[in-house]
């Protein structure tokens, strides 16, 4: 029985895919080996004087600035004038006498607004605002349950 681990002995040359395993890699350490001696003498192998460097004409530039000091004109005098007026404007809104149409008969009308509200509406918040007279309280004049958004009693409180 033969060793299954050895080659057959070939007296031919070897195949090309042979070479290129020996050959690339040699290549590749000469380049790098290369590169290295030719990287490492920088400065160390140089021990030679520069020339003295020869004199060249040079350029001189001379900058010369002459300020000339104005006079500035004084600001001219400046008057103010204040008045202060004061402004007093009260408002007062009458409640108006209950007719006693709803009051103990039980005949409301259960759509949540709280009836005739003494004659005054408003649209909207910014009106109540503009007449002075938010916050209003459920009760008073003026107020609608479409002015109070959380249902807690005080129209435009926010």
């Not at 007279?133 to 004049?141: F, K, L, V, W």
Request: charged share 15%.
């Amino acid at each position: 029985m033969t060793n299954p681990y050895t080659t057959p002995s070939t007296s031919g040359p070897a195949p090309k895919w042979a070479r290129k395993r020996y050959a690339l890699p040699a290549l590749a350490l000469a380049l790098f080996v290369g590169i290295g001696i030719g990287a490492g003498g920088e400065g160390t192998g140089n021990d030679a004087k520069p020339a003295a460097a020869k004199p060249a004409p040079t350029a001189t530039v001379t900058a010369t600035a002459t300020a000339t000091e104005t006079a500035e004109p004084e600001p001219a005098a400046t008057v103010t004038a204040t008045e202060t007026v004061k402004v007093t404007k009260t408002v007062t809104a009458r409640a108006e006498a209950d007719t006693g149409a709803g009051s103990g008969s039980g005949s409301g009308s259960g759509s949540g607004s709280d009836g005739d509200s003494g004659g005054v509406y408003y649209a909207n918040c910014s009106e109540a605002r503009a007449a002075g007279a938010a916050p209003i309280y459920r009760g008073q004049p003026g107020y609608a349950s479409h002015l109070d958004r959380d249902n807690d009693g005080v129209a435009c409180d926010s």
